[in-house]
């Protein structure tokens, strides 16, 4: 494949399908079988559904739907038409919907069959012309009608700088943020991974990450497509299903937590992975003990790499020797390797003045794949950008001298559990304004299987009782039920600083093993 101009990121892809169509792209964990020739009729006829629809380039489609082919063509299918895709956790409960329809405004809004009447509802208050609705054994309304539509599609030559995508992301205020990202940044990034990670014609990718998120979206399909290499493809996350698949595969792409899992498998063993070339993980810190583990129950060696859903992926362990750092080919565990080709990474201080190797500061970066900004949030763009042009990425960390990166923490108050970033101030909000509450803090606490879980801490209202285990109910329907913490404990007061600002950190090496012993 070259390189060639293209204005759509589709093209790109379909570019890069075998001369074979009619070979195998995906099998499903329910055995079912899609060659490319599918890929490519089913995402042109959606894409003529939704443009004899009237959507129009540029405009919003909202996705909250169950991981399946069909919502992978979906997403093609948005890209054909010049859509911007919106993909949403399936967990969101109402609450957050509402939020995030409101804020995108988007034009058509896709969602599974069983939640239609409150998506709906949501969808056509804030402007909606369409909704569909797509389950995950191919029933809904997109498919029935978009069966009716010509097979042969051309896609919409929107142009590089067009946006391609909103990727939400919540933050320290407590309200979810829309990432733009082009066709351009996305193109860049699968591009650049393409050559980094040593894509081959016999490669085959075990996914089973969700298709919301940009792991399981952006870096393992486009990872996939661009290369022409099928795709094992799990609805969901099963370690039975992933040991079954990896004598046929030869990648495999994971959060912390699947690697863990895995490891609990006994018939997880070198000869099982004999095929293999490459494991991956990101989207939170893998600890040293799993990827020591992983080596020696396999034989190999875990490439950890960074990213955020602003950027997509600015760094990676090397996958073979890197000429830009004198050959270096050793996969470092505890670092998240060097920058990848074309991405600039710094480290700064609070006045965003470059500090040398060794220092730790604000990891700062600069590339074709960082996003336009936050979707009608001019303030807090700028607010996020240096004078410049460096994206702050909110995370701290250091650069050795040998060029490897490693992050140490992150000066925004994120925890992640399983792969999901959770922000506290969120989840706070949610629990102060239940009855009986005066205050609250939440914090990431260590955690063997999810890397971090939340723990609130909760001050009650004088003379009131307030039960743990009713604060933690009552958040069900608020939140969604990944970002509610794991246990809540009544404490009678907070560590603060002379401002008055809750210690998070004395509160963090105070519970340190509340995990453990709940
Ligand atoms: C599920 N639960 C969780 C999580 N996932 N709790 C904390 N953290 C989680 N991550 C809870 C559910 O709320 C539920 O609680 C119970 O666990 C069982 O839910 P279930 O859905 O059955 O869980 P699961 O299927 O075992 O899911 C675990 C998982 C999943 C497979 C590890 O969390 C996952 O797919 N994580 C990957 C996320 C990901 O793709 N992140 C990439 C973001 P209850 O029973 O109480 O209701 S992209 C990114 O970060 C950047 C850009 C990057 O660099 O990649």
Redesign the pocket.
């Known amino acids: 494949m070259t390189d060639k101009p293209q204005t759509n990121l589709y093209a790109a892809l379909r570019d890069a399908f075998p001369a074979a169509l009619d070979g195998w792209a995906i099998e499903t964990d329910a055995g079912l079988i899609y060659t490319w020739r599918d890929l490519d009729r089913g995402s042109a006829m959606i894409a003529n559904e939704l443009a004899a629809r009237g959507l129009e380039p540029g405009a919003r489609l909202v996705a909250q739907v169950d991981k399946s082919v069909e919502a992978l063509m979906l997403y093609l299918a948005a890209l054909r038409a010049g859509l911007v895709y919106v993909p949403l956790n399936t967990a969101y409960p109402p609450a957050e919907m509402a939020y995030l329809i409101d804020n995108a405004q988007p034009a058509a809004v896709v969602c599974t069959p069983q939640h239609f009447g409150w998506v709906s509802k949501l969808a056509f208050r804030a402007g909606a012309q369409v909704v569909y609705t797509l389950g995950t054994d191919r029933q809904g309304t997109l498919l029935e009608r978009a069966a009716h539509r010509s097979d042969i599609q051309s896609p919409v030559p929107v142009g590089m700088q067009a946006l391609a995508s909103i990727i939400y992301t919540s933050g320290t205020t407590g309200r979810s943020k829309g990432a733009m990202l082009t066709h351009g940044n996305l193109l860049a990034n699968a591009q650049i991974l393409r050559q980094y990670w040593d894509w081959r014609a016999d490669d085959v990718l075990i996914h089973v990450?969700?298709i919301f998120?940009?792991?399981?979206l952006f870096?393992a399909v486009h990872g996939a497509l661009l290369n022409g290499s099928p795709m094992l493809w799990a609805a969901?996350?099963d370690p039975r299903t992933v040991l079954q698949w990896l004598p046929r595969a030869t990648v495999f792409m994971g959060?912390p937590?699947?690697y863990t899992r895995l490891l609990g498998e006994p018939e997880l063993t070198p000869e099982r992975c004999a095929r293999m070339r490459l494991f991956i993980c990101?989207?939170a810190p893998l600890l040293i003990d799993t990827f020591r583990a992983w080596q020696q129950r396999t034989g190999h060696t875990i490439l950890e790499r960074?990213?955020?859903?602003e950027t997509i992926m600015l760094t990676s362990n090397p996958c073979g020797p890197d000429v830009r750092y004198g050959g270096q080919d050793e996969r470092r565990g505890g670092t998240v390797g060097f920058p990848l080709p074309g991405v600039e990474l710094r480290i700064a201080d609070a006045a965003d003045r470059p500090l040398p190797a060794g220092e730790v500061g604000g990891v700062q970066v600069r590339g074709p794949s960082v996003f336009q900004g936050y979707w009608r949030m001019p303030d807090k763009t700028a607010e996020d950008f240096t004078a410049d042009g460096w994206f702050r990425t909110g995370d701290v960390g250091f650069i050795d001298t040998r060029g490897y990166v490693t992050l140490v923490g992150r000066s925004k108050d994120v925890l992640i559990?399983?792969?999901?970033?959770v922000y506290p101030a969120e989840v706070e909000g949610a629990i102060n304004e239940l009855p009986g509450v005066a205050e609250s803090a939440v914090i990431g606490v260590p955690h063997p299987e999810?890397g971090e879980?939340g723990l609130a801490l909760v001050i009650p209202q004088p003379g009131a009782t307030v039960q743990p285990d009713r604060v933690l109910a009552a958040l069900r329907g608020r939140l969604a039920?990944?970002k509610i913490p794991k246990r809540c404990v009544v404490v009678d007061e907070l560590p603060r600083n002379a401002m008055g600002k809750v210690q998070k950190n004395v509160l963090r090496e105070r519970w340190r093993d509340a995990a453990a012993a709940s």
Do not use: E
């Open positions: 990450l969700p998120h940009v792991h399981g870096v969901r996350f959060v937590t699947l990101g989207s960074y990213g955020m859903s559990s399983g792969g999901y970033n999810w879980v039920s990944y």
